[in-house]
């Protein structure tokens, strides 16, 4: 659900809440969960905070994109940059 910034009122639309799209948050929970995280699916979680002090795994980005694709999330190319910036498009 949205809140105005200003006020920190909940934006209301046609008697319900307006409601924002999640996708870049699921992507992030994705991206930095450890798998284990979630009971309900042990082999969720891309890790990604765990390549920061050494090589990353040349089979990450399509490890994380079949892991984001299973939770929904339309998902064509997804790659890490040398300075560890990972782009999702």
Sequence with gaps: ???DI???DQ???RSGPVV???DSFIAEIV???CRGDFKEHPLLGA???LMRAGSPDP???GNA???LRACGLEVINLTLSPEGVVTIT
């Design 11 to 13: 934006l209301v639309e």
């Design 59 to 61: 089979f990450w980005p």
């Design 1 to 3: 659900m949205q809140i």
């Design 65 to 67: 994109k079949k892991m």
């Design 31 to 33: 991206l930095t969960a």
């Design 20 to 22: 924002a799209p999640s």
């Design 6 to 8: 200003s006020t920190g």
């Design 47 to 49: 890790e990604a905070h």
